[in-house]
């Protein structure tokens, strides 16, 4: 399998040129945040390696890398909670990747069964940060 990436340029070549040139870390991964198409919800982050950002190109379909378990896994194999995807961005630098996807079964895209990964709030307390729920 071929990545389907372009060289990595100049830095005006990055931010303003057409090549979609991908900027993997030490590790082979790039991050991806993962948000609701019409909402905007920011459902979650995880990572890609350059298979997993091939495949979601490919099929449309969301997947990532388990930095946890070390390997490759499409979103919903297992929760029936599979991410179409329906836009895929970058940032300037191109190390940063935003999909927008639409999401299979109820919607849900935590492994905790809430819709976002993001349902905490941090706020500054007397003895230190605190976390609050938010309805999710």
């Known amino acids: ?21 991908p900027k993997f870390d030490a590790d082979g991964l790039i ?3 993962t948000s609701e198409s019409g909402s905007g919800t920011i459902l979650m982050v995880a990572y890609m390696n350059a298979q997993a950002l091939q495949l979601t190109l ?37 190390d940063a990747i935003q999909l927008i996807v639409e999401a299979g079964g109820d919607g849900k895209a935590c492994h905790t069964g809430r819709k976002s990964c993001f349902y905490r709030r941090v706020t500054a307390g007397a003895d230190g940060a605190v976390l609050s729920f938010i309805e999710n």
């Open 1 to 21: 399998m071929t990545a389907p990436f372009a060289p990595r340029g100049t830095k005006q070549e990055l931010e303003e040129g057409k090549g979609f040139a």
């Open 58 to 94: 490919e099929t449309g379909i969301a997947h990532y890398w388990s930095r946890s378990r070390g390997e490759l896994w499409r979103k919903g194999d297992t929760s029936g909670q599979v991410q179409k995807v329906i836009e895929m961005r970058t940032d300037c630098d191109q």
């Open 31 to 33: 991050v991806c945040i």
